[in-house]
């Protein structure tokens, strides 16, 4: 695919000339992804309107682009939402939220970001989630586009070969470059080449030894760790409770992330539930014996580390869907440092902020003052409906659906349509709550109704491990945002050395917010090149 697109973009991959070991170059660019490219772009265009010269060269050690063209399983997800604030845009970026809002502002965010796509050909359209799209619905339209731009700027770029060093010429400034072919890799001369750059511009996207070269001139690096993956859940994984409802989700949840619970003792067991315990809650510690002199504070129940909701999606290990998604992301440190194990707690009605008491009250109400139910299965009705009528209307009354009655699932035809689906409510029922498959409504005990809303609200989870989510590779980690100019992403430590993309410790969730601090980044980092540039032509 990327042959045929290098082709019909019209893009020029560089050959450097035979003498090329004495070739200087004003810009370099490590990494030849959305990022640098763009970056690439901007100091090009920049410089041109100014009226001073730069000369860029970018280095990619694979195909240009080439996470562009798998983004999005095809489509490429280009930016987020372009009518939303700055603000709301900044919140979804676990690291650097706060570093990135002034940028995001007054320099080059969605809406700039947009209108440049646009300038050079490339129609958007935005979907109900916000996540905007080329309306070919092809990755290769704005591959094609940001290939065009750099071809037009003059922007050099040299495929599969890889810079193996970058280091400072010292006291005069400037930088010395040496990369290397790989197989298929286009250099002419000799097969290990030297170069000379004022200013260099890395973008290698997640790379440790880019960041070792990054340690070495004195910056601050996050160890890095996966963000944005899927949880493995051990009640779906290892033959639980979930097991079987791969493809179940729900419209709207929240997830609740908490440190992974303390072994028990050693030489002991713990206690198994009581009768008024649920499997997805574990049982309270007995209470330590009494001592006489001042009272112990009483310790208070342990806040969740991360909090997120969306929609969420049963797989065949665990949840996925952006609820499980942004946990995943925003909880990607904790998670890393327990080795992908903690407790979840899963609120499957989030969307109607339905807390336990509330459903409890929902609950006992079907259970002591609906006759009409007594006789009915638990497991076969589930109270919580919202309308369907002109396209969904929420709601039917009240936090929690109000008095509806009908089967889980509402019937064929029907218009209501259950917050949580048939399968899924039998499952939580039997398997959550642990109530008998043949207990009918009027037969609830109290401790039962508490462990059903419980299951409801605050459904316990053990996260045993984590998935890859499809074709997203977002690692958190990197130069650390303190050790960086965020005018003009040109490090405080030497001058001359940029950043732009997943080579700094800023990573976003999913829905387009990825690329866009590739955009915003690489945007800045080339205007300040080309002024650099300038000055030092004038100079």
């Not at 750099?150 to 599969?160: D, P």
Request: proline fraction near 6%; aromatic fraction near 6%; hydrophobic fraction near 40%.
């Amino acid at each position: 695919m990327l042959g045929s697109l290098l082709s019909s973009a019209l893009v020029i991959v560089g050959l450097l000339s035979a003498n090329s070991s004495a070739l200087t170059q004003r810009l370099i660019v490590v990494g030849g992804g959305a990022a640098g490219i763009f970056g690439a772009i901007s100091a090009c265009e920049h410089a041109a309107a100014t009226g001073s010269k730069l000369s860029a060269t970018v280095f990619e050690s694979g195909n240009p682009l080439s996470k562009v063209l798998i983004s999005g399983g095809g489509r490429c997800n280009v930016m987020h939402d372009e009518r939303k604030s700055p603000r709301e845009l900044s919140e979804n970026y676990p690291r650097g939220s706060r570093e990135l809002l002034g940028p995001l502002t007054s320099h080059f965010g969605a809406a700039e970001a947009a209108a440049w796509f646009r300038a050079r050909g490339v129609k958007l359209k935005t979907e109900g989630d916000g996540r905007m799209f080329p309306t070919t619905d092809d990755s290769s339209t704005i591959a094609n586009c940001l290939l065009e731009a750099a071809a037009k700027a003059g922007v050099e770029i040299v495929s599969r070969t890889k810079v193996v060093r970058v280091e400072s010429a010292g006291e005069g400034g400037g930088f010395q470059v040496e990369v290397a072919p790989r197989s298929g890799g286009r250099l002419s001369g000799d097969q290990e080449t030297k170069f000379s750059a004022e200013c260099v511009l890395l973008s290698p996207g997640s790379s440790r030894e880019v960041w070792d070269w990054c340690a070495s001139m004195g910056h601050a690096i996050a160890d890095p760790c996966p963000s944005l993956f899927t949880l493995t859940v051990a009640e779906a994984s290892g033959g639980g409770w979930l097991s079987g409802l791969a493809g179940i989700s729900v419209p709207e949840a929240t997830l609740s992330l908490f440190e992974p619970p303390a072994p028990p003792a050693q030489g002991g067991a713990a206690p198994g539930p009581t009768s008024e315990e649920g499997p997805d809650e574990p049982p309270e510690a007995p209470p330590p014996a009494k001592r006489k002199g001042k009272k112990k504070k009483k310790k208070s129940k342990s806040k969740p580390l991360v909090v997120k909701s969306g929609p969420l999606l049963v797989t065949h290990s665990g949840l996925s869907g952006p609820a499980a998604l942004r946990v995943s992301a925003f909880g990607a440190r904790h998670l890393n440092s327990a080795g992908y194990r903690a407790a979840l707690e899963v609120n499957w009605a989030g969307e109607v902020a339905l807390l336990e008491a509330a459903a409890l009250e929902e609950l006992t109400r079907c259970a002591k003052k609906r006759p009409d139910l007594a006789s009915k299965a638990v497991a076969t009705f589930c109270p919580l409906l919202r309308a369907e009528s002109g396209g969904g209307g929420g709601p039917v009354s009240g936090p929690v659906g109000g008095p509806v009655s009908g089967p889980v699932g509402g019937e064929e035809g029907s218009s209501s349509a259950a917050l949580v689906p048939r399968r899924l409510w039998a499952a939580l029922v039997g398997g959550a709550a642990g109530l008998p498959s043949e207990r009918r409504w009027g037969q609830l005990t109290g401790g039962e109704l508490e462990r059903l809303a419980r299951a409801l609200t605050r459904c316990r989870l053990q996260v045993v491990g984590k998935g890859a989510f499809k074709d997203e590779f977002v690692t958190c980690g990197g130069v650390r945002l303190k050790d960086v100019d965020l005018r003009s992403m040109e490090s405080k430590h030497l001058g001359g050395l940029f950043f732009a993309g997943e080579v700094l410790d800023v990573d976003g969730v999913t829905g387009g917010f990825n690329f866009q601090s590739c955009w915003t980044t690489g945007f800045l980092a080339g205007r300040a090149i080309a002024d650099k540039a300038a000055a030092l032509e004038a100079a």
